[in-house]
């Protein structure tokens, strides 16, 4: 049996992620971690504000919370020998340092989304990429709900940083928004923000020629989809070795544990 330590559990992701471990027979719930004023009324005694008296070796932390706790669980982590499942997005260079750091030590699994269709999308893009000339234009459009905090979102600037890879566009070809007057350039790649309502999570790329357009889209409809990865994430880093991986990882290997089944 695994124990979990969930950082974040009374947000959004973190509630998803407290229904989806109680179906799971090799996972348990060993301490949901909050700040204090966060903890809903009545919780229970695995509820607690303070991560340092929750984590031992041999846990699997799973966050989703804020840039700084998301740094201070890392270090954390690399301290006692917990494995980290990291989800948490809208984090600095100094930040994602601080996760690759702990990756020296521990094994973790960093993503921007844990949706598997998400990445299914990542890699029909790849594929779309290779198949059309480098004169059609690529915009991303991605929704969520008003209360979502950062901009573009983590899995739109994903998609961004790859479409602009394949192309071999330098970094600054990837914008957010337009605004004023002019052409578009040639080697842009931008990502357009819709804050509103209750979308859980909508991300299409657009890929438009001379007289065509593709588009592919991937759309959440239930933070379910999310949850099952991260579940699948702290099955894989509970046995893998330090090192930082992707949701890439964690289908390989589950994908290879069906096979071998």
Request: aromatic residues 4%.
């Amino acid at each position: 049996m695994t124990e979990i330590v969930l950082v974040g559990a009374a947000g959004r992701m973190g509630r998803a992620i407290t229904e989806a471990l109680a179906g799971a027979s090799d996972l348990a719930l060993k301490a949901s971690v909050e700040r204090g004023e966060a903890i809903p009324p009545g919780a229970g005694r695995t509820w607690s504000n303070d991560l340092g008296a929750a984590v031992a070796g041999g846990d699997v932390v799973v966050e989703f919370s804020t840039p700084g706790v998301a740094v201070a669980a890392a270090r954390l982590c690399a301290e006692r020998g917990a494995a980290l499942v990291s989800g948490t997005t809208g984090l600095d260079a100094d930040a994602e340092r601080a996760i690759r750091d702990a990756a020296a030590r521990v094994a973790v699994v960093r993503a921007a989304n844990f949706s598997l269709g998400v990445l299914a999308l990542r890699r029909a893009l790849e594929a779309a990429l290779a198949a059309l000339p480098p004169s059609w234009d690529i915009e991303i459009v991605e929704r969520h709900h008003r209360g979502k905090q950062d901009a573009p979102s983590g899995t739109a600037l994903m998609l961004g940083r790859q479409a602009v890879e394949r192309r071999g566009y330098a970094a600054a070809a990837l914008r957010t928004g337009r605004t004023g007057r002019g052409l578009r350039p040639r080697e842009e790649v931008a990502i357009h923000s819709l804050r509103g309502g209750t979308w859980i999570g909508d991300h299409a790329v657009v890929i438009a020629g001379a007289g065509e357009w593709l588009e592919l889209r991937h759309v959440a409809e239930d933070r379910a989809a999310f949850a099952n990865g991260v579940l699948a994430a702290a099955r894989f880093v509970a046995g893998a070795s330090p090192g930082l991986y992707t949701l890439e990882h964690v289908a390989g290997a589950a994908a290879g544990a069906a096979a071998s089944g």
